[in-house]
């Protein structure tokens, strides 16, 4: 990949968290600090993340749904690295638009890549085509420009350690495409709830985002 900097656990901390740890998480021991772990505020908390994010079935090939599952210290499923550097770093290597870059350039930018058992893959979390309404997220080849770079926003977030995830391909700045969970599957209680990507859905004029759309981070290993 381009950019291989790896986001620490203290400047994870302290970037995407705003100094507040957590004790709860997910990974193999094999993965340790390397590691870290998504979750969505719609289905959990830093003291209780509940889901986090995962691969399907494990399979490390491209296209394999992105997913959200139980906690686990012992399901290499769960294992993704995070690798981070501005968004403007990004633009620099060639990865996003000059556009994106004029949006989000001082914003943080991470791609996350599988790796079970602390074993890179070169797949990282992304998107097959540029960003649609209710396209999937996949494993795609962590190098495929703009589609598996994510940018934190936390400009577009209300709750205090929580905050959107854009995707880099988006095109249209006042509504991009985010991380997303889809109604019918979280109200039915679905095992398998694959993310989705739509458009950031502000419910007042002063931008509040649905719990769906605010995401969390925990690094290192499930305690």
């Not at 870059?101 to 001082?106: I, L, M, T």
């Not at 599988?114 to 097959?128: H, K, Q, R, S, W």
């Not at 934190?152 to 205090?160: A, E, L, Q, R």
């Amino acid at each position: 990949m381009s950019i291989k900097r790896k986001l620490l656990v203290a400047a994870a901390t302290l970037t995407i968290l705003g100094g507040v740890s957590a004790s709860t998480n997910a990974a193999t021991p094999d993965c340790g600090l390397a590691c870290g772990s998504v979750f969505s505020h719609e289905l959990g908390s830093y003291t209780q993340p509940g889901p986090v994010e995962g691969v399907l079935g494990g399979v490390a090939r491209v296209g394999q749904p992105v997913i959200l599952k139980p906690a686990s210290s012992s399901d290499p499923s769960l294992d993704i690295i995070p690798h981070g550097a501005l968004v403007s770093a990004f633009y620099e290597a060639g990865q996003v638009s000059a556009e994106v870059n004029s949006h989000y350039g001082d914003l943080l930018g991470v791609q996350q890549e599988y790796a079970p058992f602390g074993i890179e893959t070169g797949l990282c979390v992304g998107l097959a085509k540029v960003a649609y309404q209710n396209e999937g997220l996949t494993l795609q080849p962590c190098d495929v420009s703009a589609r598996t770079v994510w940018i934190i926003d936390t400009p577009d977030s209300h709750v205090p350690m929580f905050f959107a995830i854009v995707n880099a391909s988006t095109r249209g700045f006042e509504r991009p495409f985010a991380m997303d969970l889809r109604r019918d599957e979280v109200v039915n209680e679905r095992k398998t709830i694959q993310i989705h990507v739509r458009r950031l859905k502000f419910l007042t004029d002063d931008k509040t985002l649905p719990d769906s759309q605010l995401w969390g981070f925990i690094p290192g290993v499930l305690n």
